[in-house]
Each structure stands twice: as structure tokens, then as C-alpha cells.
């Protein structure tokens, strides 16, 4: 995040860009997406001193009320693209691995999937789109909304590969999840055609109000996590094609480890929604 950040304060077009301080979620609102249960566990084990909320997923005595301020800052987002403006959440922790009731993969709470919840409960926000492009698959996001006709989850992820979930047989309650799995060694002239003759027409065919992208950055090719070897400009020019579904969009941080890559990954794509 502080990579990403500090990259965009020393671009040339750093001027045009307005910043804002994310406020905190509410309880009340994580419960839309969480069991009361799962809200309560993390902040227990924060405020006890930290731990290990399953063998990928520490957490410090602050990591709760950050938590809540990075689930704050995707609502925020929301409600950029409503004033007519696009925005882009730099903020940790990520959240599409976090299940209703359980934390998952460094994600406490699922902002992409509260965001797009929050969304539908504003005025003429009928639908709702989410678009994952992280190298894994999102199976926080897809757990939560799949049961939810207003919004469709779309995902293209290495498979086979962690949280092993992302099947192309995983449809979702009213056939509105598509899952893309790919695997290692792909690159932009295999993920081109993916994106343009699956993902596009899917979210496009939909006709969502609002499109939300959890933008992890590590199917870049340098990054150390996985095998798949996008680069700067694939995150770009997906980017551009959604722009063309909705004028505006949500961007949120999910994964990204290569700091160079993922400082050039976001500036690429803030040219695009600029």
C-alpha cells in the first residue's frame, strides 16, 4: 500500500489527483456481509494481544480497527463513483478470501463483497458487478454474493492453486459467478481473448450499475507468489475495456508482493481511469 501510495505522490499527474481518509465500517454494516460470530472472533483476538486467525492470516492488536477503515474506504469508493468520479482503494488488509464466517489469506473482513452490498442500498443501484483479477480466486467475494441475483462475480485466477476453489462449475445460485482458472505460465496472449470473449460480454451482457474490480496485482510476472506472467499493461488495458461498460469504476486493492510491479501496475491504471 505505502508502495502504491508513494508512487502515485511522485507521478507526473500526482496534481490531479484528490485523496481521501477512508472512514471505519460499523459493525452493523460488516453485518450485512459477516456473521456477528466472525466480527466478534477478530476483534477478540486482536484486542487480546493478536494471533493467528487460521495458519495465513496473523493479526495484531490493531489490525481490527484497520480492518474497519479498510472496509470504510470501498464504501467510500462507492460513493466517488456515484458523485461521478472513479476511485481506486489503497488499502490493507485485502478481503476477497473472507468467508461470511471465517477469515482467510491475510483478509479479515470482504470489502468487495460489503461494497457491492453497501452499493445496492443506494438510489438506482440495481446491480452490481465484481470483477477479480487477482491471481486468486476470490472465494470470500463469491461465498457471500453468489446467492445474490443483483450482482455477478467474475474471476480469471491461476488454478490449480491456493484457496483450491474457482471451479468453471461453480455458477453461483442464478448462474451469476463466472470462474476463469487458468494455469501457471499463462500470459497477456492467453489472458486477451479470456478477457475479451468471456469476462467483457459477461459483466457487459449484465448491464450492471456499477462495476467493481478487485484488483490484486499479483498475476504480474515478477511476482513471488505465483506462476502467471502478466504485465503493467494487461491490468491497463483490462481497465480501459471496463471503462467502457461503466464511465467510472471502483478499483480496491487485493494482493500484489513485487513492490516495483505493483507501483507500476497501479499507475498504469490510474492513467486509464484518468
Not at 496534481?15 to 454494516?29: D, F, G, I, M, Y
Not at 485466477?157 to 462449475?169: D, E
Request: aromatic share 10%.
Amino acid at each position: 500500500m505505502l508502495a502504491c501510495v508513494s508512487a502515485l505522490e511522485s507521478c507526473e499527474f500526482s496534481k490531479q489527483l484528490n485523496w481521501r481518509e477512508p472512514r471505519s465500517a460499523t459493525v452493523s454494516e460488516l453485518e450485512w456481509v459477516h456473521s456477528k460470530e466472525h466480527i466478534d472472533h477478530v476483534k477478540q483476538v486482536c484486542e487480546s494481544g493478536g494471533g493467528y486467525l487460521d495458519p495465513d492470516t496473523p493479526v495484531c492488536p490493531e489490525s481490527y480497527n484497520i480492518a474497519l477503515k479498510s472496509a470504510g474506504a470501498w464504501m467510500d469508493g462507492v460513493d466517488e463513483v456515484l458523485k461521478g468520479n472513479s476511485a481506486i482503494v489503497l488499502s490493507r488488509p485485502p478481503g476477497h478470501h473472507a468467508e461470511a464466517d471465517r477469515a482467510m489469506g491475510f483478509c479479515l473482513f470482504s470489502n468487495a463483497a460489503l461494497s457491492a452490498t453497501y452499493a445496492l442500498k443506494q438510489n438506482d443501484i440495481n446491480k452490481v458487478a465484481i470483477f477479480d483479477w487477482d491471481v486468486h480466486h476470490g472465494n470470500g467475494s463469491q461465498h457471500i454474493v453468489q446467492s445474490n441475483l443483483d450482482i455477478v462475480y467474475v474471476s480469471i485466477h491461476q488454478f490449480p492453486f491456493y484457496p483450491g476453489t474457482g471451479s468453471q462449475l461453480e455458477k453461483g445460485d442464478y448462474d451469476n459467478v463466472l470462474n476463469i482458472p487458468v494455469p501457471s505460465g499463462y500470459g497477456s496472449t492467453e489472458y486477451s481473448p479470456i478477457f475479451d470473449e468471456q469476462v467483457f460480454p459477461f459483466i457487459q451482457n449484465f448491464c450492471p450499475d456499477i462495476l467493481i474490480i478487485s484488483a490484486g496485482f499479483d498475476a504480474h510476472r515478477n511476482d513471488p507468489l505465483a506462476g502467471i506472467n502478466l504485465v503493467a499493461e494487461d491490468f491497463a488495458y483490462m481497465t480501459k475495456r471496463c471503462l467502457e461498460i461503466q464511465p467510472n469504476l471502483l478499483l480496491g486493492l487485493e494482493g500484489g508482493y513485487d513492490l516495483e510491479a505493483l507501483e507500476d501496475c497501479v499507475i498504469k491504471v490510474c492513467v486509464e481511469l484518468m
